[in-house]
């Protein structure tokens, strides 16, 4: 199992990041405690129809995805937050998956999912893999006699430029590679008009403009830093042009902020660079996908074709 990252590493990260000529910060730092309750009621806002869209593909075509799994296999969930969406695959397919393993870099969130899972699915094992799945990653040798079945869902692909598309896809097919051929299925929001994507990012009740801003309380935290929130204001973009979503914190005034140490000036205007998240067609991300040497075996949306799911066979 690679290593966690430390702390000193993340804050090397902020601070490239913050003295970067356009200034960003890595979207992982959303998911602090408070983040992730935010992120929690986003998913419920009305504007915000992403995990509806995700939820309701699985309610009608779980059972024709889990049934792409080998028998027997291992579900390998990357990202896994919550054990929700792995559970529409595992009912659909009791008879194909023999294991769950969520792969995720919050100990907690997967101390969680085992707790849950003991009471709720206490005929299938549940093996929780701390990692950051960005890095390369192997598979315990209690998998080494099962297939795996990758699954990626939550358009948390959409947070990665097509560079890192590329890389984690084809740590992806390294780390799936056993017995069987490696199979991943990857949730992708679609390419949609502007007037619907923006506002699911800059929803009138102002929790994504909270969930943005709370970056910086996260930051404070974790790097010693002095970001005062009313300082910034969240400003959410269509970029046609790169076909993604971007999320902003734009510096009300001219001040400095020490970020660990380090004094860092924001011109008033200046942005910090929070997000991206593309909006994939369906052709677009299998090219991508294609390029990391995996081929389609199935894509199924929504009934309003909001949401994509991609079977990749590697
Ligand atoms: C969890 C990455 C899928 O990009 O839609 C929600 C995060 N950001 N609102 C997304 C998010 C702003 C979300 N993902």
């Given at each position: 199992m690679p290593d966690m990252p430390t702390p000193p590493d993340v804050t090397v990260e902020i601070l490239s990041g913050l003295t970067a000529r356009q200034k960003t910060l890595p979207?992982?730092?959303?998911?602090d405690e408070a983040g992730c309750a935010l992120f929690e009621r986003i998913t419920r806002l009305?504007?915000?129809y992403v995990t509806r869209a995700e939820n309701a593909l699985l309610a009608r075509h779980a059972g024709e995805i889990a049934e792409k799994?080998?028998?027997g296999a291992a579900l390998v969930e990357y990202g896994?937050?919550?054990?929700s969406k792995a559970v529409s695959l595992l009912d659909a397919g009791t008879r194909a998956f023999t294991a769950y393993a969520p792969v995720d870099i919050a100990p907690g969130a997967l101390a969680a999912i085992v707790a849950r899972m003991r009471i709720s699915h206490p005929a299938i094992p549940v093996l929780p893999l701390v990692a950051d799945f960005l890095q390369p990653l192997s598979l315990p040798a209690?998998?080494?006699?099962k297939a795996a079945f990758g699954f990626f869902p939550g358009s948390t692909i959409g947070n990665f430029r097509p560079e890192a598309v590329h890389r984690f896809l084809g740590h992806v097919r390294d780390t799936l590679s056993g017995q069987a051929a490696p199979m991943l299925v990857v949730g992708t929001d679609l390419r949609k008009d502007e007037s619907v994507l923006v506002p699911a990012y800059d929803d009138a009740e102002g929790v994504t403009a909270q969930f943005n801003l709370n970056i910086l309380s996260h930051v404070n935290a974790i790097a010693g830093a002095d970001f005062d929130l009313a300082g910034f204001r969240h400003r959410a973009l269509w970029n046609a042009h790169e076909g993604r979503m971007e999320m902003h914190l734009e510096s009300l005034s001219a001040q400095t902020v020490t970020v660990s140490g380090t004094r860092i000036a924001f011109r008033r205007g200046e942005t910090i660079h929070t997000e991206d998240s593309y909006k994939h067609t369906r052709e677009g991300f299998l090219a991508l996908a294609q390029g990391a040497g995996w081929r389609s075996g199935g894509f199924w949306t929504d009934p309003d074709g909001l949401f994509g799911m991609h079977l990749l066979l590697g």
């Open positions: 979207a992982k730092l959303f998911y009305p504007e915000y799994a080998p028998i896994a937050a919550d054990e209690s998998f080494s006699d």
